[in-house]
């Protein structure tokens, strides 16, 4: 007998007590927990966002589409970064403004290679306000994973107030299993030693996000 | 288990050991009064935390009670994403598996995701004796690693180590390991981290294996999650070209939205964080990004022998966050090492007992490990009783009697060392079945009670070295009511 035969047959002899008229998946789990916590409108749940990542130490930024440009211009050279790697989708208008060298992500380009880039700008699949949480699926405009983990520097830019959701049960209905995730809430950090806090470790040690909003948002 | 523990001492004399370690004492005890206060506010944040839990219970309940069709589902979803899923019963098959996977790929060293359960079956051990160099790149695990020393927490397994001895041994032991640790290094916590960034940078780059866990398994859709907070788990995931995850069967969720439960209450319950940094998540293998070729490993390992146990199943719920150490007041003092277990505190002494089985003296004196306050079955997410399954695992400890190993029905005979205790109770049964006897016993007691020892003779004497004997009363309760209400109840 192979293994795979073997556990599933002890997990059936194991559970030899559970009748065969046990509550199905349905009825088993009760949901009455909430879809999200407070009942806020939409520029509350943006300035929630906000005011979340920053608590996590993301160095948050608010502004118009047209003044995307120039912000992520200022973003980079503030930074002192000479070089940012570009997913294949982003709009081009967004680094417009930027004196930078642009690197692409290209299947062939080594980690190594990446570890040479100084930043990053990616856009996002959505945001989730009551925990500071970016998510990233792999889309065009944010590209592979890696490219958002070897340098050691972060932008992201969020949509406001589209992609934003509430909470984690809304971002879950709106998120594609099947696409890799990833998660992001803060820098990376710590809290191994003594459980003090410390921001970077092996992720980008530095986190902006970009809140934008079409023209006529406040 | 893990042959790293082997020979380890009962858990009294372990922690009798530990509890005159000052230093130990006192970095527990900041370190596990921090997180309680943090974990207290980051869960009276969230309104709904009682509904949270009990939906987590459930899920986790329903899935186990259904366990064989969910490993089947799982099988499938993962095989569709295109990953190869394999099965082992026990610690050895799941090193030979992973051993044999890592020589396919004919590389002799991998990085690691912190994981439970590839500590559990001793795999680095393992790898290592194949010539395979693992390493661990958690912080805490490194810390753990570079001072050949062994994980005293699940969440934070270096938690017994203080600043000072982290810069010593990064000092005395990165050189061995690669990239020594630079010039001048200090004990503040971020020049520490910013020397464990440097060390183990150079393994990802270069990086071709991948070992992790996983922290959720999704039958219906075959997705791992990883839960993590510095990003190495990122980089294992990621950016070697073959990833290899070592789950236990008890880890899966049915359906995608079930991940809504627990990414709210894990991170909150553990790190006492709104979210930790970093989740990832991902369903077999994505062309062009990530490792392209994924393999899962599902082990058993005893915990099939745990389902079966009616009382004792609700422990394989357990989703590793932690929270009942940092409460647990025989943790705090005792520490992780004592506990002879990669699962230490109050959920490894339900745990290691039920996984190993009761016959060694470590596991058979884990169920004696706690003062069932309770604390710990009060911050569970999932609601394990555990003081419920101590007093459980206590009966079968002293009593014997029915339990399943490697799959089998076996009769546990009582434990030794428990006969004095066995014979007081009989003994006590006895006399509260003939009141004659307990009438005459409690009179004699009472009489005679200004001569009585402080300390118990002969067996007893261990129980009473470490507390006072109550003090006998200078009239039995009955016959005091006798006396003063007549055998009467007044309140009628």
Redesign the interface.
């Given at each position: 007998m192979?293994?795979?035969e073997?556990?599933?047959?002890?997990?059936?002899?194991?559970?030899a007590?559970?009748p065969r008229d046990?509550?199905p998946?349905d009825q088993?789990?009760?949901?009455?927990?909430?879809r999200e916590?407070g009942n806020l409108g939409v520029e509350e749940t943006v300035g929630l966002l906000a005011e979340?990542l920053a608590d996590?130490r993301a160095i948050v930024h608010r502004c118009t589409d047209d003044e995307l440009p120039a912000l992520l211009a200022g973003i980079l050279s503030a930074h002192g970064s000479a070089s940012v790697v570009v997913p294949p989708g982003l709009p081009p208008a967004w680094l417009s403004a930027a004196d930078i060298t642009r690197v692409e992500d290209r299947?062939e380009s080594?980690?190594?290679d990446l570890?040479e880039v100084d930043s990053v700008v990616t856009a996002c699949a959505l945001a989730?306000a009551?925990?500071?949480?970016i998510v990233l699926d792999?889309g065009l405009d944010q590209g592979?994973?890696?490219i958002t983990?070897?340098p050691d520097h972060h932008i992201c830019v969020v949509r406001v107030p589209d992609q934003v959701v509430s909470s984690?049960?809304q971002?879950?209905e709106r998120l594609d299993?099947?696409?890799?995730?990833?998660?992001?809430?803060?820098?990376?950090?710590?809290?191994?030693?003594?459980?003090?806090r410390?921001e970077?470790?092996?992720?980008?040690r530095t986190l902006e996000v970009v809140l934008v909003s079409g023209a006529g948002l406040a | 288990m893990s042959g790293t523990y082997l020979g380890m001492p009962a858990f009294p004399k372990a922690a009798h050991e530990a509890v005159g370690n000052q230093t130990l004492r006192a970095n527990l005890r900041h370190a596990t009064h921090t997180i309680r206060g943090k974990r207290a506010k980051a869960v009276a944040e969230v309104s709904d935390w009682a509904e949270l839990r009990e939906a987590g219970k459930r899920i986790k309940d329903h899935t186990l009670r259904h366990l064989d069709r969910y490993l089947v589902q799982l099988e499938e979803s993962v095989t569709a994403a295109g990953g190869v899923v394999h099965w082992a019963a026990d610690a050895d098959e799941a090193n030979r598996i992973v051993i044999d996977l890592v020589r396919m790929t004919g590389e002799s060293e991998v990085v690691k995701v912190k994981s439970m359960a590839t500590q559990e079956i001793g795999l680095n051990e393992a790898l290592e004796a194949e010539g395979i160099h693992a390493y661990e790149t958690d912080l805490a695990e490194l810390i753990v690693q570079l001072g050949k020393d062994r994980p005293s927490h699940i969440l934070v397994p270096a938690i017994h180590r203080n600043r000072g001895e982290i810069r010593d041994i990064f000092r005395r032991e990165m050189s061995e390991w690669g990239r020594p640790a630079p010039e001048g290094l200090t004990d503040t916590p971020a020049e520490l981290a910013e020397a464990a960034r440097l060390h183990l940078r150079e393994k990802f780059l270069r990086a071709k294996v991948g070992v992790s866990g996983a922290n959720f398994m999704v039958a219906e859709t075959g997705t791992l999650v990883v839960v993590e907070s510095e990003g190495n788990g990122r980089m294992c995931l990621t950016l070697p070209e073959t990833l290899i995850s070592v789950v236990g069967i008890e880890k899966i969720v049915p359906t995608w939205q079930d991940l809504e439960v627990f990414l709210q209450t894990l991170p909150r319950s553990s790190t006492a964080e709104r979210m930790n940094p970093y989740t990832s998540t991902w369903t077999g293998t994505t062309d062009g990004d990530g490792p392209q070729t994924f393999h899962l490993v599902l082990i058993d390992n005893g915990r099939t022998d745990t389902l079966a146990d009616e009382v004792g199943r609700q422990a394989l719920r357990c989703i590793r966050c932690s929270a009942c150490l940092n409460v647990c007041p025989v943790y705090e003092r005792a520490g992780g090492h004592a506990y002879g277990s990669v699962y230490p505190g109050p959920i490894g002494a339900i745990l290691s007992p039920q996984l190993r089985g009761t016959e060694s003296e470590i596991d058979a004196s884990l169920p004696y490990a706690s003062s069932l306050c309770g604390a710990c079955y009060e911050v569970c997410p999932v609601a394990i009783d555990i003081p419920e399954v101590l007093v459980h695992l206590r009966e079968r400890v002293v009593q014997g009697g029915p339990a399943t190993r490697e799959g089998t029905k076996v009769v546990l005979k009582p434990a030794k060392g428990h006969a004095a205790e066995r014979a007081a109770m009989r003994a006590a049964r006895w006399a509260f079945s003939h009141p004659g006897a307990l009438r005459t016993g409690q009179r004699l007691a009472s009489r005679t009670r200004r001569f009585h020892p402080r300390t118990l003779p002969g067996p007893g004497r261990a129980w009473s070295d470490t507390r006072d004997l109550p003090a006998v009363p200078a009239e039995p309760f009955r016959d005091w009511w006798q006396r003063t209400h007549g055998g009467k109840d007044t309140t009628k």
């Open positions: 192979n293994s795979r073997l556990i599933l047959g002890r997990v059936r002899r194991a559970l007590d559970v046990d509550p998946y088993a789990v009760d949901r009455d927990y909430l916590h979340n996590y299947a080594t980690a190594y570890d989730i009551e925990t500071g949480t792999g592979r994973r890696r983990l070897v984690v049960p971002a879950f299993p099947a696409r890799a995730l990833t998660w992001i809430s803060g820098p990376s950090a710590t809290s191994d030693i003594e459980l003090d410390v970077g470790v092996h992720g980008p | -």
